[in-house]
């Protein structure tokens, strides 16, 4: 295990679990999108969709068992993203001239020099998250295990609203740059990866962006009831 202690503290390393938790994370993402999208179907199918989570390998694991592995899963591979990024800038900043800090930042996207900023609004974004819809402490009017009557009314509130959409801007961001650097990060390096993982990472960071967005933008104008 020496071998993985020591090639997690190169910057190779560093990149290479940045980008393999992202994966997951980039993965759990878009189901978790997709299988939100049962809200468009109408109460029954989404709280049939929250159940099934919820009973996932029964009778052979107790209720929820997986869905807190999962999770359990998601929060390991959140603690090594944002440790290694952190390191990583660590590690940049030390190796950086001085004259470096007038660099012209233009020649960034904005989603690449904004990459910080979003990671820290998805955390907090998160933590609410979590408080709002799925323990209920940061919720007015939660109702264990009904997710429909839970989002719609969640959502009635045009702050809560406001909150999530801008969260869900600043996740796109992220998506968009981490997904496009995910495959240099793993050596995945040719001119055919080069012509297709920017349009990939733009129509993927794209889809999130407007399924999320849309569930309290539809709740909001009463499309959702």
Known sequence: MKWLGNFYRSAI?????????GLILFGWIFLHMVGNLKLYLGPEHLNEYAHFLRTLGSPALPEAAALWITRLILLVCVVFHIHSAYALTIMNREARPVGYRERDFVKGTYAARTM??????????????????????????????????????GFQVWWIAAVYIIA???????????????????????????AFRRPFATVFAALITLGNVSFPLMVLTGVVR
């Open 13 to 21: 390393g560093k990149k290479a679990v940045m980008a393999v938790t």
């Open 168 to 194: 869900n801007l600043a996740l796109g961001l992220h998506l968009y740059h981490g997904v496009w650097s995910m495959f240099g990060s793993l050596g995945v390096s040719n001119p055919r990866v080069e």
């Open 116 to 153: 910080r900023w979003s990671g820290v609004i998805i955390l907090l974004f998160v933590i609410y998250h979590l408080l709002h819809l799925t323990t209920g402490q940061a919720h007015h009017d939660f109702i264990r295990n009904d997710v429909y009557h839970n989002v719609v009314t």
